[in-house]
């Protein structure tokens, strides 16, 4: 199904009511369908849209390699956002530094030759340690359990979504019928893996004991 995204009034109190319960514009992970009207935005909504707000921030979160690496069918947009006005125009850049032979030898080589080599191989390395790390992270669906069906759900809620890490970002949730008017909550998070341990996090979930009874991992996926 295509889906058209109208940037003005109109299609963003549409898109704000869409992203009530949904951390993604597509499934449970960031796809092509986010990288579109994220930029198409442009800027970060109003804070009447919060529902937007919290997406967009979640997107803003991943560098821009990785949002172009996000798969997926794009959603169609209308309606351009602001853009910067462009920069005047610099003079032709020299090579990169990829595509010359910073060692290849000559034997009139002299010194101010070998100066200028030394400089490129300094300028090169520099260049190398300043390219930014991918951020692994991961898109998780937790089913958390309560003991009967008299235990208050929304209470359950409250408390998992208060937990709060470095790392951590708590996505879209529902109720799930399991049986004998017992429901579950199942709800999706984002970690970055290096900052965030699942096992830690199930554990903290459940020390809440008079609430939750277990939690099982439903669904894990690296992004």
């Not at 993604?24 to 109003?46: E, I």
């Not at 209308?78 to 910073?102: I, R």
């Amino acid at each position: 199904m295509a889906f058209t995204f109208e940037n003005n009034p109109k299609g963003l109190e549409k898109l704000n009511g869409f992203l009530a319960d949904k951390s993604f514009l597509s499934g449970y992970q960031p796809s092509k369908a986010d990288t579109s009207v994220y930029d198409n935005l442009g800027n970060a909504p109003a804070k009447t849209f919060i529902n937007i707000l919290r997406w967009y921030n979640n997107i803003a979160s991943y560098s821009q390699a990785e949002r172009s690496s996000f798969t997926g069918q794009p959603w169609s947009v209308k309606g351009e956002a602001k853009k910067p006005a462009a920069a005047p125009a610099k003079a032709a850049a020299p090579a990169d530094d990829d595509d010359v032979d910073l060692f290849a030898s000559d034997e009139d080589e002299n010194a101010d030759a070998a100066a200028v080599r030394e400089q490129r191989l300094k300028e090169y390395a520099e260049k190398k340690s300043k390219k930014p790390a991918l951020i692994a992270k991961s898109s998780i669906v937790l089913d958390v359990k309560p003991w009967d069906d008299e235990t208050d759900m929304k209470e359950m809620e409250k408390v998992v979504r208060a937990i709060t890490m470095d790392g951590l970002i708590w996505g879209a949730s529902k109720l799930v019928p399991v049986g004998y008017g017992i429901h579950k909550l199942q709800v999706m998070c984002v970690v970055e893996d290096d900052k965030v341990s699942i096992d830690l996090l199930t554990d903290i979930i459940q020390e809440h004991e008079e609430l939750v009874q277990s939690v099982d991992i439903a669904a894990f996926n690296k992004i």
